[in-house]
């Protein structure tokens, strides 16, 4: 028993040496029947699993539903509140009432890369560029964080922090354990 089951392995092991020599090119043909079968095979499991277990087209989606919601209070500004915390640090060093969510330093409003056309006709490519921001620098990478805080007089400010940074949508505090929000600023549908 043992010594069929060694053969068995080895003729398996044989035919997919063979069929990966014939797919590289290593069948004597060009591997070009090889490649045509391999594109061939792939494509019929593709074509019967979308026939046996097609993509869901669902009538709703919850999730697009919550980002159409969270990008519109993002664009409006709704009133929020941030806490600046720093790592292996349980208490936040500040909160602020603000406004929005906190923006990230790295984040642009032009696009960062423009490509370009480099050699001759013959030789040469396309190739990504750094573009300059608006504001004459180029961007690098960062962990800070903008956030809109407002001052006791309700007038916002800018607040710059290279830490953790937490905003919840209302008004909410630090109860010495976790972020507790006492009235959202945002309006959030749920599916029924």
């Known amino acids: 028993m043992k010594k069929k089951t060694r053969i068995t392995i080895g003729m398996v092991a044989a035919v997919g040496l063979a069929a990966t020599a014939t797919a590289c090119g290593g069948g004597g043909g060009g591997g070009s029947s090889g490649a045509h079968n391999e594109r061939k095979a792939q494509q019929q499991i593709e074509n019967r699993l979308e026939i046996n277990q097609p993509i869901p087209v669902n009538p709703y989606s919850q999730m ?67 573009q300059m921001e608006p504001n004459g620098v180029y961007t690098g990478d960062s962990t800070g964080t903008w956030s809109e805080c407002l001052n006791a007089q309700g007038k916002p400010y800018p607040q710059y922090w290279e830490g953790f940074v937490s905003s919840a949508f209302g008004d909410a505090t630090w109860d010495g354990h976790q972020i507790v929000v006492k009235d959202p600023s945002a309006v959030f549908s749920k599916h029924k």
């Open 64 to 130: 697009r539903q919550n980002l159409i919601e969270i990008e519109n209070a993002e664009a409006n500004g709704v009133q929020s509140t941030t806490f600046f915390f720093n790592q292996g640090i349980k208490d936040p060093i500040m909160t602020c009432k603000s406004i929005g969510a906190p923006i990230p330093s790295t984040a642009q409003l032009s696009n960062p890369d423009k490509v370009e056309r480099h050699g001759s006709q013959y030789d040469g490519g396309n190739v990504v560029i750094h």
